[in-house]
């Protein structure tokens, strides 16, 4: 099982080649860039004899594979996660010491590849360095976007976005497969041949514009077991060599529209988190890397079987979210087109390769595609998605005779829409949710007619977040302590972390604890003095609120607090008040305008708080420029306090709720997702719970909402925040800035009800749940037993665990193993 010996001067000696080889330059001169580089190919070298040794060992055992399709791989930074996995990282940071470098300075580096938005994006790199630990064969099959996720610039208290030339100094870490490039056919028609020997029709799409896609492949390094699986994503190029025969030669601008849509295709990740905009060039971008990757896998089936209707008997497609759905119309058409199966046969195949992953509920998120756009783009694959949903009404109809009710609510294509969550439910073996909450909700809510027609398929897969990123290399001191105290079992085997129960009312442990939570916030004040120019101090609470900006996520509740908590300290400054340091990261999707206005109210307050000397250094309100998976790491090793106070019912899971948990913060939440189950393992006296419950949020939505204006009158404080926001207070030179955000909590005079997101319902048991985290960080004791409680009880948080649960109840792999030579 472990890995082979690292030869340190080895390793220095190629590093020393590399900068030569790549840059014609010594290591003095190089830049750390340059280094960056150089020792990022050193660690490939490392790599890739087991990425070969895997290889070869799948291609004996000729195992069954999960393809995890998804359009977002937010992987984060690779140099220090994949020498953390090959358990070399401290023999090459002593190795850069001895040639004088940082490893660190030079991890500092690398760009993160931040394909991927969200939560949904990350789940998807857990999961595959769990699917690697785990030893289970599989593929990521993503885009190679050009641009990833923008890197966001605060400017006058604005969010500016700026591209994310990620690729612009080279991808140490990527491999070019040109060997297994697909072509992929967009638009034009269907001709149907009737084959008088077949007795059977045949279709063919001509008249068609085609790309190019080429994959690129990244090692997924598993944890100190020599696995090596490979990340696929594909980049598109202008068709030259194929089909240079089947059109006119001279048809120069049909060449012209397929370079520019190979340009396009991969040029940008979508920026929009739990949000559908019904773009043409996001569905082109779906099928663009589902019918390469679909390709490949039958290939590779094919390959070494010849049986094509026992496909499922190799390989699985997890989709993630509906974005990946046309997986299942692009399979049968392969099947059916190319592969000559019957309906029958190609269903029975599809239906049981394909599983679908549900990770929103938010209606604005649901895919819908016009008709018109759809059946233009995709006419082939439209005529199948026809078939589907005619064969599944019927389904309906026979099941619930007469009740059209049924067929309208349930069809895949309905009203001039192509419905991709009921195509992917319809045609997977099994849906499932991401929080035990989620998959109730699901169940009986918002899938209610799908789970009664067929209830077999539902199930749920709590998320899990990876402990060697997000402890092992976030926290080194933490990992360290804890090694030093139960041994180093968690880094595969999270709930060993239960083994620190019994330290946590030693009181030598807690001082050590916290003095390690001290230190990560020492090193977090730096950073944000060095990118925010603010100076924090880390004796405060670190108060931390890291996610995506959305309304339902609720930014604008913190906020709103800390402009209540700002005004009592104003009002009361003799008060006892511990000092608090108020943080927050997040993107808004660059066209979601409340998004970014609340930045700006967000920063807009920061400025006033941080300049009243008058409060003395009680209050700190600090906005992290660019948040993203890098930046994270540090900021989850150095938080005190969880926020994560979505309105309930809305937060499928979470999963930042679960790394701040690893790291020893207790959670400030809404009984919502993830946070139920965090709160069932830890206790509920080592969490801050608050406000309205998820059946009480559904009852109010289903009985027309709340009344905001009541709450309004009644609270003064309340009342005077949100005049506060009209007043000029936080914004003198135009008072009326954030006049849509006071509307929007007040104001029934859109169409849209007032304060959809139960902000002033949850205000006040909010501020008083925030008064009982201040009384319980002042008792420092009880504080570290809470905090030490929190990262004990984080063992069923790892993606391990649900990667296992994947594997037994929906996927059915085996382990494989795999020695080095
Ligand atoms: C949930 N992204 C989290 C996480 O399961 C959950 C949607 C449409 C288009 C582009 N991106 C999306 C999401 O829906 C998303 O990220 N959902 C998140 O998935 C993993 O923990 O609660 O909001």
């Given at each position: 099982?472990?890995?082979?010996?690292?030869?340190?001067?080895?390793?220095?000696?190629?590093?020393?080649?590399?900068?030569?080889?790549?840059?014609?330059?010594?290591?003095?001169?190089?830049t750390?860039?340059?280094?960056?580089?150089?020792?990022?190919y050193?660690?490939?070298?490392?790599?890739?004899?087991?990425?070969?040794?895997?290889?070869?060992?799948?291609?004996?055992?000729?195992?069954?594979?999960?393809?995890?399709?998804?359009?977002?791989?937010?992987?984060?930074?690779?140099?220090?996660?994949?020498?953390?996995?090959?358990?070399?990282?401290?023999?090459?940071?002593?190795?850069l010491?001895?040639?004088?470098?940082?490893?660190?300075?030079?991890?500092?580096?690398?760009?993160?590849?931040?394909?991927?938005?969200?939560?949904?994006?990350?789940?998807?790199?857990?999961?595959?360095?769990?699917?690697?630990?785990?030893?289970?064969?599989?593929?990521?099959?993503?885009?190679?976007?050009?641009?990833?996720?923008?890197k966001q610039?605060?400017?006058?208290?604005?969010?500016?976005?700026?591209?994310?030339?990620?690729?612009?100094?080279?991808?140490?870490?990527?491999?070019?497969?040109?060997?297994?490039?697909k072509?992929?056919?967009?638009?034009?028609?269907?001709?149907?041949?009737?084959?008088?020997?077949?007795?059977?029709?045949?279709?063919k799409q001509?008249?068609?514009?085609?790309?190019?896609?080429?994959?690129?492949?990244?090692?997924?390094?598993?944890?100190?077991?020599?696995?090596?699986?490979?990340?696929?994503?594909?980049?598109?190029?202008?068709?030259?060599?194929?089909?240079?025969?089947?059109?006119?030669?001279?048809?120069?601008?049909?060449?012209?529209?397929?370079?520019?849509?190979?340009?396009?295709?991969?040029?940008?990740?979508?920026?929009?988190?739990?949000?559908?905009?019904?773009?043409?060039?996001?569905?082109?971008?779906?099928?663009?890397?589902?019918?390469?990757?679909?390709?490949?896998?039958?290939?590779k089936?094919?390959?070494?079987?010849?049986?094509?209707?026992?496909?499922?008997?190799?390989?699985?497609?997890?989709?993630?979210?509906?974005?990946?759905?046309?997986?299942?119309?692009?399979?049968?058409?392969?099947?059916?087109?190319?592969?000559?199966?019957t309906?029958?046969?190609?269903?029975?195949?599809?239906?049981?390769?394909?599983?679908?992953?549900?990770?929103?509920?938010?209606?604005?998120?649901?895919?819908?595609?016009?008709?018109?756009?759809?059946?233009?783009?995709?006419?082939?694959?439209?005529?199948?998605?026809?078939?589907?949903?005619?064969?599944?009404?019927?389904?309906?109809?026979?099941?619930?005779?007469?009740?059209?009710?049924?067929?309208?609510?349930?069809?895949?294509?309905?009203?001039?829409?192509?419905?991709?969550?009921?195509?992917?439910?319809?045609?997977?073996?099994?849906?499932?949710?991401?929080?035990?909450?989620?998959?109730?909700?699901?169940?009986?809510?918002?899938?209610?007619d799908?789970?009664?027609?067929?209830?077999?398929?539902?199930?749920?897969?709590?998320?899990?977040?990876?402990?060697?990123?997000?402890?092992?290399?976030?926290?080194?001191?933490?990992?360290?302590?804890?090694?030093?105290?139960?041994?180093?079992?968690?880094?595969?085997?999270?709930?060993?972390?239960?083994?620190?129960?019994?330290?946590?009312?030693?009181?030598?442990?807690?001082?050590?604890?916290?003095?390690?939570?001290?230190?990560?916030?020492?090193?977090?004040?730096?950073?944000?003095?060095?990118?925010?120019?603010?100076?924090?101090?880390?004796?405060?609470?670190?108060?931390?609120?890291?996610?995506?900006?959305?309304?339902?996520?609720?930014?604008?509740?913190?906020?709103?607090?800390?402009?209540?908590?700002?005004?009592?300290?104003?009002?009361?400054?003799?008060?006892?008040?511990?000092?608090?340091?108020?943080?927050?990261?997040?993107?808004?999707?660059?066209?979601y305008?409340?998004?970014?206005?609340?930045?700006?109210?967000?920063?807009?307050?920061?400025?006033?708080?941080?300049?009243?000397?008058?409060?003395?250094?009680?209050?700190?309100?600090?906005?992290?420029?660019?948040?993203?998976?890098s930046?994270?790491?540090?900021?989850?090793?150095?938080?005190?306090?969880?926020?994560?106070?979505?309105?309930?019912?809305k937060?499928?899971?979470?999963?930042?709720?679960?790394?701040?948990?690893?790291?020893?913060?207790?959670?400030?939440?809404t009984?919502?997702?993830?946070?139920?189950?965090?709160?069932e393992?830890?206790?509920?006296?080592?969490?801050?719970?608050?406000?309205?419950?998820?059946?009480?949020?559904?009852n109010?939505e289903?009985?027309?909402?709340?009344?905001?204006?009541?709450?309004?009158?009644?609270?003064?404080?309340i009342?005077?925040?949100?005049?506060?926001?009209?007043?000029?207070?936080?914004?003198p030179?135009?008072?009326?800035?954030?006049?849509?955000?006071?509307?929007?909590?007040?104001?029934?005079?859109?169409?849209?009800?007032?304060?959809?997101?139960?902000?002033?319902?949850?205000?006040?048991?909010?501020?008083?749940?925030?008064?009982?985290?201040?009384?319980?960080?002042r008792?420092?004791?009880?504080?570290?037993?809470?905090?030490?409680?929190?990262?004990?009880?984080?063992g069923?948080?790892?993606?391990?665990?649900?990667?296992?649960?994947?594997?037994?109840?929906?996927?059915?792999?085996?382990?494989?193993?795999?020695?080095?030579?």
């Amino acid at each position: 099982m472990t890995a082979k010996k690292f030869n340190k001067k080895e390793f220095i000696r190629e590093v020393k080649a590399n900068v030569k080889a790549l840059y014609r330059k010594n290591l003095e001169e190089a830049t750390q860039q340059q280094i960056f580089q150089a020792v990022s190919y050193a660690v490939k070298d490392e790599i890739i004899e087991n990425w070969l040794a895997t290889q070869e060992q799948y291609e004996k055992d000729d195992p069954k594979y999960v393809y995890y399709m998804s359009m977002e791989f937010l992987m984060g930074r690779a140099l220090g996660n994949n020498m953390i996995n090959l358990t070399i990282y401290d023999e090459v940071k002593e190795a850069l010491e001895e040639i004088g470098l940082d490893i660190n300075v030079i991890e500092d580096q690398e760009p993160d590849a931040a394909l991927g938005n969200g939560g949904l994006g990350r789940l998807a790199a857990c999961f595959l360095d769990s699917l690697a630990t785990l030893g289970y064969p599989a593929y990521g099959c993503g885009i190679r976007y050009r641009y990833g996720m923008f890197k966001q610039k605060i400017e006058d208290g604005y969010q500016v976005e700026v591209p994310d030339n990620w690729l612009k100094d080279g991808n140490p870490f990527e491999l070019r497969r040109p060997e297994y490039a697909k072509e992929v056919k967009f638009g034009g028609y269907v001709r149907v041949e009737y084959d008088e020997k077949t007795g059977r029709n045949y279709y063919k799409q001509e008249g068609y514009q085609s790309v190019r896609a080429v994959p690129y492949d990244f090692p997924i390094v598993g944890y100190n077991n020599n696995i090596v699986n490979t990340l696929r994503i594909w980049d598109a190029e202008a068709i030259s060599e194929f089909q240079l025969d089947s059109f006119d030669k001279g048809d120069y601008r049909k060449a012209v529209e397929q370079e520019n849509l190979a340009r396009n295709i991969v040029e940008v990740l979508y920026p929009n988190d739990n949000h559908y905009a019904g773009k043409e060039l996001r569905l082109k971008q779906q099928y663009f890397f589902i019918s390469a990757s679909v390709q490949e896998a039958i290939a590779k089936y094919k390959k070494n079987h010849d049986d094509i209707r026992k496909f499922y008997e190799k390989a699985t497609f997890q989709l993630n979210d509906t974005h990946p759905t046309v997986a299942v119309a692009e399979l049968m058409r392969i099947l059916l087109d190319e592969e000559g199966l019957t309906w029958d046969e190609a269903w029975e195949v599809t239906s049981k390769t394909c599983a679908y992953t549900n990770h929103t509920i938010m209606a604005e998120a649901l895919e819908k595609w016009p008709i018109e756009l759809f059946s233009r783009l995709l006419p082939r694959v439209y005529q199948i998605i026809e078939e589907i949903n005619r064969r599944f009404v019927a389904q309906i109809e026979a099941k619930y005779p007469g009740d059209f009710e049924k067929v309208r609510k349930m069809a895949i294509i309905f009203d001039g829409q192509v419905k991709m969550a009921h195509l992917a439910i319809a045609a997977g073996y099994s849906v499932n949710g991401v929080a035990q909450l989620h998959t109730e909700i699901l169940k009986h809510q918002e899938l209610k007619d799908f789970y009664e027609m067929m209830p077999e398929k539902f199930n749920n897969k709590t998320n899990g977040i990876t402990q060697r990123r997000f402890l092992l290399h976030g926290n080194p001191l933490l990992a360290s302590w804890i090694t030093e105290h139960i041994g180093d079992e968690w880094i595969t085997d999270l709930p060993q972390l239960s083994k620190l129960k019994v330290y946590v009312d030693d009181p030598k442990a807690q001082q050590e604890f916290m003095n390690i939570k001290y230190q990560n916030k020492v090193r977090l004040a730096k950073y944000i003095q060095e990118h925010n120019g603010i100076e924090v101090d880390p004796r405060s609470i670190f108060d931390v609120q890291v996610k995506r900006l959305h309304e339902y996520k609720r930014q604008l509740l913190n906020i709103l607090h800390v402009m209540y908590l700002y005004n009592q300290i104003k009002d009361h400054p003799e008060m006892d008040f511990y000092p608090r340091t108020f943080i927050f990261g997040a993107k808004a999707a660059a066209g979601y305008r409340r998004a970014k206005l609340t930045i700006k109210l967000i920063n807009s307050v920061a400025d006033v708080i941080n300049n009243d000397a008058s409060i003395k250094n009680k209050l700190k309100v600090v906005f992290i420029e660019d948040y993203r998976v890098s930046n994270a790491e540090w900021i989850f090793a150095a938080a005190d306090v969880s926020e994560q106070i979505s309105t309930a019912s809305k937060e499928a899971s979470g999963t930042g709720n679960m790394k701040f948990m690893l790291n020893g913060a207790p959670t400030l939440g809404t009984m919502d997702g993830a946070n139920v189950e965090i709160v069932e393992e830890v206790g509920k006296e080592n969490a801050f719970i608050f406000g309205l419950t998820a059946d009480e949020v559904i009852n109010y939505e289903q009985n027309g909402g709340y009344h905001p204006e009541n709450i309004f009158n009644s609270d003064q404080d309340i009342r005077r925040v949100l005049m506060q926001l009209i007043n000029g207070e936080y914004a003198p030179d135009d008072p009326e800035r954030f006049r849509e955000i006071y509307d929007s909590l007040l104001n029934t005079k859109s169409s849209d009800r007032a304060d959809t997101y139960f902000i002033l319902a949850d205000f006040r048991s909010y501020a008083d749940a925030q008064k009982r985290v201040e009384e319980a960080y002042r008792d420092e004791a009880g504080w570290a037993k809470m905090a030490m409680l929190n990262t004990a009880c984080s063992g069923k948080f790892t993606s391990d665990r649900t990667i296992q649960q994947y594997v037994d109840e929906i996927w059915h792999l085996q382990k494989e193993t795999v020695k080095v030579k």
